[in-house]
């Protein structure tokens, strides 16, 4: 077996990534509409709100969705069709049971919620509202590994595709006619839709059916939820730390407003260059599960993964960099001119994530559940102490710095662990590349503080141009070392 070309793992970045980019235009208008219509404290709480949806429904749906594509997918690959469908089945029967104890614990932990992240119980009864969205989001998740184990990959585009279209038809007159008070509708109802469209495409697929009584069949899914124990806590862990990060920037000033400019930057950061990394899941991780016990192989695949990631994040980041007074105007609104400074020193969260992602991976496929989470933790706790920290002395601006410096420290912790217990190592060719590209970042990052206009897009320019130049090399240099006869196959 040899690892994929970078042809391949740009083909496959690109397609995965091009119902995302859709997503992206379409959340650049709600997040318009969501910032004219309820303003910084509005988003502040719709982040609040959807933390906690992605907090009780991770814990709540205990991996069902991991664990649940992992067994399916083997079933599949197999030919067992009728172990396929016993499997779904289980799937959903299980999570019909983790979605109602999920809306449980939301009703009964609003009130703790609501202390914790406001220092009142003003919030109690919105918390408590979000049981059906829990709900439904664990639902969710059962529904799409379903998809996803049966390889349905045009269906769930077309999940995808249908939620982009819902959210506006949602978000626009709900927060039109309520304000603040369609907050909790909008989440709701964005989770019910998104849960009724991937059934739908699920039950073509397979169809649905649940045993919810019978309780030998029910002790089948034990090991399902062994499996994804591990990712269930990191994942947890992860929602609480950024409930956390929140928590404190309330208590800082009082105000939901910080907290909305923070989740607005946050997303300005991470959510719009997320589009390069949707080829992980589908396409990375299990190419890497297959070669993550043959060093050379695992080395090599990771190597090229990064090289990929890094020569598409390091000019897309410039270029926003540079564009980001522009974006912030036409995203969301003058007040939020602010979170500017933040986004800037946050930049470079993004390129470090580029690196450490791929390398994050060989714990799950390596089925290292302890020490996925082991690792899970340590940069939670990073990740809260400096981002929290950074916030407490510096503002928006000093939660960006934190940010940066956590993904550069886990970057850090996860190279050293895992060169111990897996023998990764950066290739020398991979880390002239990162090397020279971090270089070009940091001075577009620079060009992009400066009020000059020349510095501003004569050397930013520049070095988005320069900065574009390894990917082009990437794919001629593979295209000019193949013989033409495998050019032409």
Known sequence: MQSASYRHIFKYTGLLGSVQVLGVVVAVVRNKLTAVLVGSAGMGLADFYSRAVELLSGAAGMGLGLSGTRALSALYAEGRLRAVRHYACLLRTLSVWAALFGALITVALAPLLSSLTTGGYGLTAG????????????????ETAVLKGLQRLRSLAAAAAAYIAATLLITAPLYWWLGMKGVVPVVTGLTVVTFLINLRLASRACPYRIAPLRRAFLRQGLPLVRLGAAYVAAAV????????????LMRSDGSLATVGLYAAGLTLVVSYVRIVFTAMDADFFPR??????????????????????VVLTAPFLIVFALALPLVVRVVYTEEFMAVVPMVLCAAAFMYFKALFTPVGYLALSAGDGLLFMGMELAYDLLFLLLVAGGAWWGGLAGAGAGLTLSGALNLALLCGVYARRYGFRFGAATLRRSGFLLLCLAGGLFAASCHDLFVRFGLGGALALLSAWPAWRLLHGEVRAKGPRERRA
């Open 288 to 309: 890497l599960s297959a070669v993550v016990r043959q060093p050379a192989l695992m080395n090599s695949t990771v190597n090229r993964q990064i090289d990929v990631l």
């Open 237 to 248: 862990m992860n929602s609480g730390a950024e409930i956390a990060v929140r928590a404190v």
């Open 127 to 142: 918390y408590a509202l979000l049981a059906p969205s829990v709900a439904a989001t664990v639902l969710t998740a059962g």
